[in-house]
């Protein structure tokens, strides 16, 4: 597995069922994948920030019949020059994938320092989630244009239930 990871394999990644690790590992657009996974659309379901936070979105992304399957925290790290600075605020603030609505905007993206590790809950203030462990990826988006994204997405227990783990 030499070369998937920057650092060595994180303690408990091979024990994960097969299609997990692919979730995790992939680099493609996540909302594609669970589709592909579940064969349901997937919804994006925005958490409300207070009207004073700027540059952080925070989403679960779910499906029809399984729920919740993703919690999703992006942070502005880079806007491009006006006028398309207000493209990346819009969407941040909708309901669409963050990442496919980027790339219909700006053209290919570039994603760097990918990273897959364990995050002990609780994850955030917003998430609903307060125990155990979840598995996470984080990376850098960037557009040709300048806009540069740092996404964090926490693979929640009933994800880990439908990519074939033994228990919700």
């Known amino acids: 597995m030499d ?13 994960l069922p097969g299609p997990f690790r692919i979730l ?7 909302t594609r ?4 996974l579940t064969g349901e659309p997937v919804m ?22 399984a729920g919740r399957l993703v919690f999703a925290r992006t942070q502005v790290l880079s806007l491009p ?9 819009a969407l941040m603030k909708g309901e669409a994938a963050i990442g496919q609505s980027m790339e219909a905007r700006f053209g290919a993206l570039r994603k760097e320092g990918y990273s897959i590790y364990p995050s002990r809950g609780p994850i955030d203030p917003d998430a609903e989630e307060r125990e155990g462990i979840l598995w996470t990826r984080s ?7 300048g806009a540069a994204l740092l996404i964090e997405e926490f693979f929640l227990p009933s994800l880990f239930f439908l990519a074939g783990g033994a228990s919700r």
């Open 44 to 65: 994006v379901e925005p958490i409300r920030l207070p009207e004073t936070v700027k540059g952080l979105r925070k989403v679960y992304l779910r499906v029809p019949t």
């Open 24 to 30: 995790l590992g992939q680099d493609g657009t996540l």
């Open 139 to 145: 990376y850098r988006m960037i557009s040709s244009s």
């Open 81 to 89: 020059p006006p006028p398309e600075d207000l493209q990346v605020d």
């Open 3 to 15: 070369g998937i990871f920057p650092g060595p394999i994180p303690p408990g990644f091979l024990e």
């Open 33 to 36: 994948s669970l589709s592909l």
